[in-house]
């Protein structure tokens, strides 16, 4: 089982950046395809981007071109590199970590973007 923890939230103007950091203890972080989702109050949680064991990225359309997902295998951390912010990027931020048999999920980070 593998523990996440997400950082680097914060507030932010409209139009700036951020970038969301996921450090990953316990199970082997190298062996799991990641992913970052995010949850707006009254929404369900939805799936912003992955990224698999080689490092190939997919991205949901609304953040094409701002955000980016990576991954540094030996600091066993996930990044969101999140460019031209939107007020409806507001959210909270989770981690994701998808094995076989199980998934692992971080506490979420509170992005809050000003128009």
């Known amino acids: 089982q593998v523990q996440l923890v997400e950082s680097g939230g914060g507030l932010v103007q409209a139009g700036g950046s951020l970038r969301l950091s996921c450090a990953a203890t316990?199970?082997?972080?190298?062996?799991?395809?990641m992913a970052w989702y995010r949850q707006a109050p009254g929404n369900q949680r939805e799936l912003v981007a992955t990224?698999?064991?080689?490092?190939?990225?997919n991205y949901a359309d609304y953040v094409k071109g701002r955000f980016t997902i990576s991954r540094d295998n030996a600091k066993r951390t996930l990044y969101l590199q999140m460019n031209s912010l939107k007020s409806e990027d507001t959210a909270v931020y989770f981690c994701?970590?998808?094995?076989?048999?199980?998934?692992?999920w971080g506490q979420g980070t509170q992005v809050t973007v000003s128009s």
């Open positions: 316990g199970s082997s972080f190298s062996t799991a395809a």
């Open positions: 994701n970590a998808r094995y076989l048999l199980t998934n692992a």
């Open positions: 990224i698999s064991r080689s490092g190939s990225t």
